[in-house]
């Protein structure tokens, strides 16, 4: 008899006061940066950096929560920013439909729009089937950085 394991989600968060950049080494090895200020900026939150700046961290936190017992129909997922505020792009392992990972990540969106330590956050989430790189690039902010995991 086998025993299949998750992966175990490597998420990563370094020099996040010293330099004012948050960087995520997820599991691929490709490193991800984004500026503090380029994060504040995109939620219109410039007068209360230090309060979005714990918020992001407590967001983080709960993303992977969130990620952790879902890693058998997520491929990658990406934080990235979307007009004033922040997306959450989960791309599924499959090109079919999933109802179940899109209802799951409706309710994660209502309870951050919710959740009161998240109210400095403007969060998006969107659910994508699997995606070439290229193609996926395409939802990614350009030149702005972002965070991940990937496999």
């Not at 979005?52 to 969130?66: C, I, M, S």
């Not at 997922?77 to 392992?93: D, E, N, P, S």
Request: one cysteine or more; charged letters at 25%.
């Amino acid at each position: 008899m086998t025993t299949e394991t998750q992966p175990k989600l490597k998420l990563v968060l370094l020099d996040g006061a010293e330099d004012g950049r948050v960087r995520v080494l997820p599991k691929n090895g490709e490193e991800f940066v984004v500026t503090m200020e380029q994060a504040v900026d995109a939620c219109g939150m410039q007068s209360d950096q230090f309060r979005f700046a714990d918020q992001f961290k407590e967001l983080l936190d709960a993303l992977t929560e969130w990620i952790e017992p879902r890693l058998k129909t997520i491929q990658t997922a990406h934080i990235t920013t979307r007009g004033r505020g922040i997306l959450f792009l989960v791309m599924q392992r499959a090109v079919e439909f999933d109802q179940q990972l899109t209802d799951e990540l409706t309710a994660l969106d209502l309870k951050i729009a919710h959740d009161e330590r998240f109210d400095r956050i403007e969060f998006e989430v969107l659910a994508i089937p699997a995606v070439s790189k290229q193609s996926l690039s395409a939802f990614l902010a350009t030149g702005g950085g972002g965070l991940g995991y990937a496999e």
